[in-house]
């Protein structure tokens, strides 16, 4: 594959360097066995049916891409939902990034190319594009925590794998441009502890942690509850980022036994609930729930060096979620060791995606710039197809406050110059 069916946007003049805080990549077939034990080689394997190459993970086939081998891609902002865009349309759906389609909707498809595979093109295009750092998030492995959730030595093992393969194919700091995420589970807390310092002693600024609660030996429970704290102490020590893709949190199974879907399957790309349904719907959100445990458990408070990165939710749920933390400040504040908003501002880096009106969002919340930062969701269909168009949307914005939210957060947050 080529980079000739790939046309890529204008460089910007821009007064300061960018650092997109979401870019992916997609995986080989072998992103995930290469380097898996030999006795652990079926666990995942690539089949056909109906002509057409799917996942499975020991043995139950998987919907959950489209096209796993990612030979053929729906094109980078295919879905239209880019806010700085002319003619853009907003997001729909849920807070998350959830979007309801009607079914007629197909969106453009295009060969997957070098760039999006391998570090060296993918290298040229960001400087071609005037992208001057990015995160880097793999795509198809966000398939794994959940459907493999009844065995957690399984998840640590193919994790582990993966992480060797990123490294072995990416490193976790390519050219001092592109800093990969690997992954790691908390599902075992030896094992997760292992994975940490594996990950830290070959440089890496940041490990992408799944925004469900664990699914472990002894059921699932939020990582944020004090049994995980060896972890998280090292986490502080260590000095790594924390980051928090969306993904699948295993949360459709709260609207599943409304649409009589009972044990089904998450699909990244397709509508996952009736559009009625889901416009009435309550909204359970994971990442809320998430940032509430961190808070509400206490883990930012017993570990306020924490930094987490939740990237790729619609910014949707910033707004309500300060007000709800306003309103505990103001009326239950016994119930907290710190002020909530504080613990908040200072621990959470937030992700403006599909956000129209950074600095409508700064003013209303009242976030400081530095806790703000821009990411494109490049190359997948829900992003943007010119990550740098965002730049026009901070461009009358304090100069310090434009800088920050294009680059200097996630410099910040990865604690690099």
């Not at 666990?43 to 043995?59: C, P, S």
């Not at 750092?133 to 640590?156: F, G, H, I, N, Y």
Request: proline share 8%; with cysteine; glycine share 8%.
């Amino acid at each position: 594959m080529t980079d000739d069916h790939f046309m890529y946007v204008r460089n910007r003049d821009l007064p300061y360097k960018t650092f997109d805080a979401d870019n992916h990549l997609y995986e080989p077939k072998d992103a995930f066995t290469r380097f898996l034990p030999k006795a652990m080689q079926g666990v995942i394997k690539y089949v056909e049916v109906d002509g057409r190459t799917k996942i499975a993970l020991k043995d139950r086939i998987s919907g959950y891409i489209p096209n796993p081998t990612f030979n053929r891609v729906a094109a980078p902002g295919a879905w239209g939902l880019d806010p700085a865009a002319e003619g853009g349309e907003q997001p729909r759906g849920s807070r998350t990034g959830n979007f309801v389609r009607s079914e007629e909707f197909k969106p453009q498809v295009i060969p997957g190319v070098e760039a999006f595979f391998d570090p060296e093109p993918r290298l040229k295009l960001m400087q071609d594009m005037g992208i001057d750092r990015t995160l880097m998030w793999p795509t198809l492995a966000s398939v794994l925590e959940e459907r493999l959730a009844d065995d957690p030595r399984t998840v640590c093992d193919i994790i582990h794998a993966f992480n060797q393969w990123t490294y072995d194919h990416w490193t976790f700091n390519y050219a001092d441009a592109i800093y990969v995420t690997p992954i790691i589970s908390l599902s075992i807390l030896d094992r997760a502890i292992e994975e940490l310092q594996w990950v830290a002693e070959r440089g890496a600024k940041v490990f992408l942690l799944r925004v469900a609660p664990v699914p472990t030996y002894e059921g699932r429970k939020s990582f944020a509850l004090p049994e995980f704290d060896p972890f998280w102490e090292l986490v502080q020590e260590l000095d790594l980022a924390v980051g928090m893709h969306s993904g699948d949190s295993g949360y459709t199974r709260y609207t599943d036994e409304w649409e009589g879907r009972n044990g089904g399957e998450f699909l990244a790309f397709e509508p996952n609930a009736a559009p009625g349904f889901q416009l009435l719907a309550s909204e359970k959100d994971n990442l809320v729930d998430a940032m509430a445990s961190i808070i509400g458990h206490g883990l930012a408070s017993r570990f306020p060096g924490l930094r987490f990165a939740p990237v790729e939710f619609s910014s949707k749920w910033v707004r309500p979620f300060v007000a709800k933390l306003r309103d505990a400040s103001e009326n239950k504040a016994i119930l907290f060791d710190e002020d909530p908003c504080d613990v908040f501002f200072r621990n959470v880096y937030v992700h403006c995606f599909h956000e129209p009106d950074p600095a409508g969002l700064l003013a209303e919340t009242g976030m400081p710039a530095d806790r703000v930062m821009f990411g494109s969701d490049f190359p997948h269909p829900e992003g943007m197809a010119d990550p740098l168009a965002y730049a026009d949307l901070v461009k009358d914005m304090p100069a310090e406050e434009q800088e920050l939210i294009m680059g200097g957060t996630v410099a910040k947050l990865l604690g690099v110059s």
